[in-house]
């Protein structure tokens, strides 16, 4: 079932949001793929896509941060890259399964590990950005943490 970008996930900006509806949508291609719509190779080809388009919206998110005074940007900026370490895994995992069993298996729990990474890691921890994004000025020494969101699925 495919996830949707709702308003409660906004974090003001127009250009991250559209990035995270665009990451969104690379995942439920990726969901798709796994779950019988396509090959190897395009698991692959869309693994790469989310690498790539990931890596430029944290530069995106980086210097928008920086621009509105963020806080915590170095501790994000870290997350991000704790991100990309865990996105080149999944890829060597899926690059290196030797036969089909094995790529069976690597594919189990991956529409998981997809959807945590972006849900949990990519999503919930921008939304701390969200209060410092409308400013756009100097920005308080703290700021309460989001409260609990989850994304919502079609059909429910
Ligand atoms: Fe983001």
Do not use: C
């Not at 870290?78 to 690597?106: C, F, G, P």
């Amino acid at each position: 079932m495919a996830l949707v970008w709702r308003q409660d996930i906004s974090v003001g900006d127009d250009r991250i949001d559209s990035d995270h509806k665009t990451l969104i949508s690379i995942i439920n291609t990726a969901e798709d793929v796994i779950n019988g719509s396509g090959s190897r190779r395009d698991l692959e080809r869309v693994l790469a896509r989310l690498d790539q388009y990931t890596k430029e919206h944290f530069a995106r998110e980086e210097e928008t941060q920086r621009r509105v005074g963020y806080p915590f940007h170095e501790a994000h900026k870290l997350e991000h890259k704790n991100l990309i370490r865990t996105l080149t895994e999944i890829r060597e995992r899926v690059a290196q399964a030797k036969d089909a069993y094995s790529y069976e298996k690597v594919l189990q729990g991956l529409v998981d590990l997809l959807e945590d990474w972006l849900m949990n890691h990519v999503m919930l921890h921008d939304l701390r950005m969200r209060t410092f994004v409308g400013r756009e000025k100097a920005a308080p020494a703290s700021a309460a943490p989001p409260a609990p969101v989850r994304l919502a699925r079609a059909g429910r």
